[in-house]
């Protein structure tokens, strides 16, 4: 049973900066895509970044510039760096591997105060 566990999440105010952390059991990260979508409260749950076992990385427009995702295979832990956060940022951020359709972490709760 592979499990994601999303963790880093809290309360920060705008200008500030956190980091998620996705911890996996295995090397998944090295053999499925890696991705990070988040939902904020009301609406639907939306594309953040994502990056391909190559490591090509894709970019929502509305977090170019102030997010970086990242993996380190040897501690089975993929990464959202975030910076610049405003409060259109407070959502539940979510890891996933493989893309919609595939694991998903339970996710982490992240909110941006004015």
């Known amino acids: 049973q592979v499990q994601l566990v999303e963790s880093g999440g809290g309360l920060v105010q705008s200008g500030g900066s956190l980091r998620l952390s996705c911890a996996t059991s295995?090397?998944?990260?090295?053999?499925?895509?890696t991705n990070w979508y988040r939902q904020a409260p009301g609406k639907q749950r939306e594309f953040v970044a994502a990056?391909?076992?190559?490591?090509?990385?894709t970019y929502a427009d509305s977090v170019k510039g102030r997010f970086t995702i990242s993996n380190n295979n040897a501690k089975n832990t993929a990464y959202l760096q975030m910076s610049s956060l405003k409060p259109d940022d407070t959502a539940v951020y979510y890891c996933?591997?493989?893309?919609?359709?595939?694991?998903w972490g339970q996710g982490t709760q992240v909110t941006v105060s004015s």
């Open positions: 295995g090397s998944i990260f090295s053999r499925y895509s």
């Open positions: 990056k391909t076992i190559s490591g090509t990385t």
């Open positions: 996933n591997a493989g893309g919609p359709a595939g694991i």
